[in-house]
Every structure is written in structure tokens, then in C-alpha cells.
């Protein structure tokens, strides 16, 4: 949409093609009503500036990479972490569970213990952390990037 969208403006434009005027267009306050008569001001035709579509066109265009990099990079973080998950799961099956099958009684009762602990405390807590980061990933990076825009007005409630 970098270069099709401000040359289909223009063409629109050159074409008189005008966009359907807002609720308030035509409305004189003062009066309370409709105003009367057609003002010179209104009536004369903006110039349209392809330079000035195009630079715009490309900050959105800037914009919607990034975004995207960032979206993709911060789910490879999501992801990284799982494979942190399972590669500490293989570790802790090897090397305490089925290291543990070879001695006697007590070393497997042991080996197991130590395995329960470690999986469920660690990977538990991994888990946790996973699930936290998705959570501030979802507020926080696709909120931000869908619904708020920074045009300098107060929220008022």
C-alpha cells in the first residue's frame, strides 16, 4: 500500500471526487442552526500535495514494519522460553530421574523426590513467567499498537 494508495488519492482527487462531509459541516454555532449561503473559503478547492500523501504513506508504512518486528519478536520471546521448558524437562528426566533408576531403593525414592521438586518448582515457576509475559505482551504491545493514539487530547471519561 506504499505507492497504490496515495496515486488512487490523487486520482480521486484530479477526479473531484470529494469524501462525505462530517455531522458538524455546515453547522454555525452562533446560530444554533444550519448556516446560510456558501462561503467563498468553503467553496475553493484544496490543492491536493502528492508529496506531502507519500511522506505520510511512508511513516505508516515504517510504522506497520515495525510493528510487526516487534510483535514477531516478542512472540520468538514466548517462544524461546518454551523451548527453555522442554529442554529443562528432557534435563531433569535424564539426569535426576533416570540416573537415580540404577542405584538401590533409596537412591530412587531419593532421585525421585528431587525430580518432583525441580519439576514442579522450576518449570512451575517458567510456566508462570511465561504466562505473565504473554499476558503484559497482550496489553501492552498489541493494546498499545491497535487502540491508542498519542493526538495530544485528555481522556475524559
Known sequence: MLFPKPYLQ???HESGYSSVPSA???????LGGVSGGANSEDDEEEEFDFSEVMVHQVIHTIEFVLGAISNT???????????AHSQLSEVFLERVLLASLDTNAFGIVTG???WAVLTVGVLL?????????HDVRLHWIEFSNKFYSADGVAFAP
Not at 458538524?24 to 452562533?30: P, Q, V
Open 73 to 83: 519478536a516478542s512472540y520468538l520471546r514466548l517462544w524461546a522460553l518454551s523451548l
Open 10 to 12: 490523487k486520482k480521486d
Open 112 to 114: 525421585l523426590a528431587i
Open 24 to 30: 458538524d459541516d455546515g453547522l454555525d454555532e452562533s
Open 125 to 133: 515457576l517458567m510456566e508462570s513467567l511465561s504466562a505473565s509475559l
